[in-house]
Nanobody, 124 residues
Framework: QVQLVESGGGLVQAGDSLRLSCAAS????????MGWFRQAPGKEREFVAS????????YSADSVKGRFTMSRDNAKNTVYLQMNSLKPEDTAGYYC?????????????????WGQGTQVTVSS
């Protein structure tokens, strides 16, 4: 059974950095895409970043470009989201997602598996 486990969230101040991790197990992720999404209270789930396991290129939402970087470690079946220059509006639950089809994807409906999420709170 596929499992995605996020970690690394917390309470930080504006301007600080955090690195989120997503450990994947139970499935063959070598050809699929991975993504990070976030959801703030009362808002819809929002695309943050995505990449394919096989390719190095990442795609990010405009709201996080230049501040957030997604990366992967194939040997550890883990993807990361490095978040720098955090802002209060980045406060949300952050979710890792995996899809069996290749390539990056910004639509949440195209992902097959989801983690439980990790909370990021940025104070001003």
């Amino acid at each position: 059974q596929v499992q995605l486990v996020e970690s690394g969230g917390g309470l930080v101040q504006a301007g600080d950095s955090l690195r989120l991790s997503c450990a994947a197990s139970g499935g063959a992720f070598s050809r699929g895409g991975m993504g990070w999404f976030r959801q703030a209270p009362g808002k819809e789930r929002e695309f943050v970043a995505s990449m394919s396991w096989s390719g190095g290129k990442t795609y990010s939402a405009d709201s996080v470009k230049g501040r957030f970087t997604m990366s992967r470690d194939n040997a550890k079946n883990t993807v990361y989201l490095q978040m720098n220059s955090l802002k209060p509006e980045d406060t949300a639950g952050y979710y890792c997602a995996a899809r069996t089809r290749p390539g990056w994807e910004s639509r949440a409906s195209e992902y097959d598996y989801w983690g439980q999420g990790t909370q990021v709170t940025v104070s001003s």
